[in-house]
C-alpha cells in the first residue's frame, strides 16, 4: 500500500513540476492603461507651472478700457517617494530551486512595485506616500446618504457633472471602482420599477466610458454607522501624472549580508511621486453601500 512507507510508500516518489509554477493572485496594474502620464528620468525635485485662475474679460463702452485680468499661477510639485521591498535567498534555496528562487522573487517583487504604484496613485497619502486622487483637495464629491447609500443612476449621473461643470470633461476619461460595486451597479435598475436594463450592463461601459473594477480601490471606508463602503472615481486620467526618478527600477544583489550562511538578499527600490494635474478633472463617490 502507498498510505505506509514501509509497506510500500517508499516506492512512490513526488514529481517536482517547476515548469508549471503558479504564481500568486494580485491586482492588475491599471492607471497607465487608464491614461495616466508617467515622466521617467527626472532628477531634482519637479516644480510644473500652472495656471490657476484665468484672466477675466470685460464688456467695455467706446473708448472704455477693461479692467486689469485677476490671473493667478500656482505649482505642481513633485519630488521621490521610495517605495522598496527585499527578500533573503538561502544558498541551498538558489543551487536547488525549480524554478530559479532569485528569478522568481524578483518578479514577484516587481510586480508588487508595480501594484504599490496603482494603489497609491488611487488613494495613497499616508506616511513616506505620494497623495493619490482620493487625497486630492478639490476634486469632486458626489455623497450618497449619512451612512452612505446603494448607487443609482442619478449618482453616476452626477459624478459625469461633477467633471463637467468645470470644463474638465475631456482627455481619457473613465470610471473606476471597486469589484463590489460593479457587481451592484450590474444588479440595480436605471429607473426603478420601471426599467429592466441595469446602471452597468454587460459591456462594463457607462455613458460609452469605460468602467474598470479593482481591488486596489477601497473598499472598507466608513461614514457615519455605515461600514465596508466603496469608492467610485470618475475623471480624466491624463490629468494624473506619475513622475519617475533616476534610469528605472533598483534591483540590488546583496552576498555579503548574509555571508556567513551563503544566503543572497535581493532588494529593489523606485523613486516616484504622484501628482493631480487639476482636481477638477475628477469627482469621486467614497460612501457606496454594496452588500
Do not use: C
Not at 209 to 218: F, G, H, M, N, R
Not at 252 to 275: E, N
Amino acid at each position: 500500500t502507498v498510505g505506509s512507507a514501509t509497506a510500500g510508500g517508499n516506492l512512490v516518489g513526488t514529481i517536482h513540476l517547476g515548469d508549471r509554477f503558479i504564481d500568486a493572485l494580485r491586482a492588475k496594474s491599471i492607471i497607465f492603461e487608464l491614461g495616466a502620464v508617467r515622466m521617467s528620468g527626472l532628477g531634482g525635485d519637479v516644480a510644473i507651472p500652472a495656471l490657476n485662475a484665468k484672466t477675466t474679460a470685460y464688456w467695455v463702452a467706446e473708448n472704455g478700457a477693461p479692467t486689469e485680468g485677476a490671473r493667478t499661477v500656482r505649482q505642481i510639485t513633485m519630488s521621490p517617494k521610495t517605495v522598496g521591498a527585499y527578500v533573503d535567498l538561502s544558498r541551498k534555496l538558489m543551487i536547488q530551486s525549480s524554478p530559479a528562487a532569485e528569478e522568481m522573487f524578483r518578479s514577484d517583487m516587481v510586480q508588487q512595485i508595480a501594484t504599490a504604484i496603482d494603489t497609491v496613485a488611487i488613494n495613497g497619502g499616508g506616511s513616506n506616500e505620494p497623495t493619490g486622487i482620493l487625497q486630492t483637495t478639490g476634486i469632486g464629491s458626489v455623497a450618497m446618504g449619512d451612512n452612505g447609500l446603494a448607487p443609482t443612476w442619478a449618482s453616476v449621473v452626477n459624478l459625469i457633472k461633477e467633471v463637467a461643470i468645470d470644463n474638465a470633461e475631456q482627455g481619457s476619461r473613465a470610471f473606476l471602482t471597486t469589484p463590489q460595486a460593479a457587481a451592484k451597479l450590474r444588479s440595480i435598475a436605471k429607473v426603478s420599477g420601471t426599467d429592466s436594463k441595469m446602471i452597468l450592463d454587460d459591456k462594463s461601459e457607462l455613458f460609452g466610458y469605460k468602467v474598470i473594477a479593482t481591488s486596489l480601490v477601497p473598499s472598507n471606508l466608513t461614514k457615519g454607522s455605515g461600514s465596508s463602503l466603496s469608492a467610485m472615481i470618475f475623471g480624466n486620467f491624463n490629468d494624473l501624472v506619475v513622475g519617475q526618478w533616476g534610469l528605472g527600477l533598483d534591483v540590488l544583489f546583496d552576498p555579503y549580508t548574509g555571508s556567513s550562511t551563503g544566503a543572497m538578499r535581493v532588494t529593489v527600490f523606485l523613486d516616484v511621486d504622484v501628482a493631480v494635474r487639476h482636481a477638477e478633472s475628477f469627482a469621486v463617490i467614497q460612501d457606496m453601500v454594496t452588500t
